[in-house]
């Protein structure tokens, strides 16, 4: 069954950095793009950035853009989202996401 597993976040200080993994099994990886989404505490969930099958296409929140990369490593079957400068509004549970399968997410705080 189609499995993503995040892991990676933690708690950062302003403007340090992060990188996150979604280990993805369970379907054709390399044939698919994938999605990171984040939900803020009290917040609606959003989309963060988005990956073509073969990496060559991505896209992000303008909140993020500049700061955020999105990769993959279809070898691997993960994909990652580094994160930099990070902001304490960059505060959330951060998820991946194909189709309408989504991980349990892995929590990232920053704070001083």
């Known amino acids: 069954q189609v499995q993503l597993v995040e892991s990676g976040g933690g708690l950062v200080q302003p403007g340090g950095s992060l990188r996150l993994s979604c280990a993805a099994s369970?379907?054709?990886?390399?044939?698919?793009?994938m999605n990171w989404y984040r939900q803020p505490p009290g917040k609606e969930r959003e989309l963060v950035a988005v990956?073509?099958?073969?990496?060559?296409?991505?896209n992000y929140a303008d909140s993020v853009k500049g700061r955020f990369t999105v990769s993959r490593d279809n070898s691997k079957n993960t994909v990652y989202l580094q994160m930099n400068s990070l902001k304490p509004e960059d505060t959330a549970v951060y998820y991946c996401?194909?189709?309408?399968?989504w991980g349990k997410g892995t929590l990232v705080t920053v704070s001083s």
């Open positions: 369970g379907f054709t990886f390399r044939l698919v793009s």
């Open positions: 990956i073509s099958s073969g990496g060559g296409s991505t």
């Open positions: 996401r194909f189709l309408n399968y």
